[in-house]
């Protein structure tokens, strides 16, 4: 339920309120660890990042009018992939911000990178391909996506070859391909 409510938060008061951004600028949210946030170890769950990412994720394209052009056009992102480092803990009530940022495009992906930051130091670092589905269509391709926000992602972003070799490496099958899990 907490995280119901700081996805709300998230939606309809920050996304709406807080200051535009241009594509190629830094989100930045603060948040506050809270009791729901912990593990049995005292400090943020590993899942619970993730939960915060989603949240990141959202307000980036709130505040960049991407998420309205792509409302408008029947498209909407999922995450692909996405792969976390968790460099130092981030403790009950410990302060700190969620920075994201879009950090490159190819024909059928975006990728964003996600930090976060207390003190000043880089807590864990994430990157997430997101990919996008229209409604009666499926899986869309960069281009609809540009089409639908008058901006060339792929152009203005391309993706850093280390992120490209992650996700070549990370990949696995389309949805409809055999693969079956084999231990060698």
Sequence with gaps: M???LRFLLAMLVRGNRAP???IDEVSRIDYRVHLVDI?????MNNGRYLS???LGRIDLTKRTGIAARLSKAGIHAVVGQQSIAYR?????????TLESRLVGADERSCYIEQRFVAKGQVMARAVVRGRFVQRGVGAVRMDVVSAACDYDFEANHPVPDEIRTWAD???LPGAKADHPSVWA
């Design 20 to 22: 535009r951004l241009a």
């Design 52 to 54: 915060f990412m989603d």
């Design 39 to 43: 593990d049995l170890l005292g400090h």
């Design 169 to 171: 490496w990370s990949a």
């Design 88 to 96: 130092r803990s981030i403790g009950f009530l410990h302060a700190f």
């Design 2 to 4: 907490h995280m119901l």
